[in-house]
């Protein structure tokens, strides 16, 4: 195709999944020197209207984030329910599951997306904005998130 | 530790391992509206040195590169001899191999990394700069690669 599918090609996040996040945050901040920005579970509410493969899911996760220079670290340890996650973790074990692209037009994007052979697998809400995985690693190698921001 | 190991919090790039790194550049290329900034095998020279788990080893690859905003998207297909990139591979499938960081002075951050349970699996050279391979994915959930420049 000619254009951009994302509308950008700036990637904003590379998140892994791990079995403990304290311990994985603990031996980040001892190599970087510094404590993680935040540490703690996704909030219930935030879980409202999650799905995952077609179905809502209760699927929660602990998350630890440092600063990487433009790009954030998501460590993501999966906490109950199904979840793209959980999969991952059982799938590959630890390591990088995604890397996140901020965009626009989150239902635009996807169904974009999808007509190109890359389905959504999990969509849901953040304080602040949604977000959606795409089931690309056959093609790309690797999950992308889409990052709305409301207002 | 009070002090970051690294001497840097900013990663470079991001890396994939996959099969067939050019059907993968090809989707990368279709997704993201541009082709990829270069493509091709590691050149045989630059493999001089290049030392897997303690061992010379002819491990090369074929390489292809797009930029992802302030970092760089490196998709990485082991060609023969035995490598990290290979390991990864048979272990866990394609996907995300490292992440890195470019550094000065490699042998004494190599060696401070060693100290703290993070050890250098793979190094070696390319044009114009030397590399290295930390054996972080049980504690850091993801390989480090370690990059500096000459001159």
Known sequence: MSRNVLG????TQVALVVRNAETTAAAWAELLGVDPLEIGLT???????????????????KLAFFDLGSVR????????????WAE??????????????RIQ???EKLSRLAEHGLPTVQAGYFTGGRYGYV?????????????EHFG
Chains 1, 2 share one sequence.
Not at 8 to 11: D, S
Not at 73 to 84: A, D, F, K, N
Not at 95 to 101: D, K, L, S, T
Not at 135 to 147: A, D, N, Q, R, T
Request: hydrophobic share 30%; aromatic share 4%.
């Open 135 to 147: 089931g690309s690693e056959p093609k790309l190698g690797v999950v992308l998130e889409l990052l």
């Open 43 to 61: 909030k219930p509410d935030e879980g409202e209207g999650t799905m995952y493969r077609g179905r809502p899911t209760q699927g929660r996760a």
């Open 73 to 84: 670290l998501e460590i993501i340890e999966p906490v109950g329910g199904p979840s793209t």
């Open 8 to 11: 950008t090609n700036v990637v």
């Open 105 to 107: 037009g989150m239902d």
């Open 88 to 101: 991952h973790l059982d799938r590959h074990g630890e390591g990088v599951h995604h890397i996140a692209f």
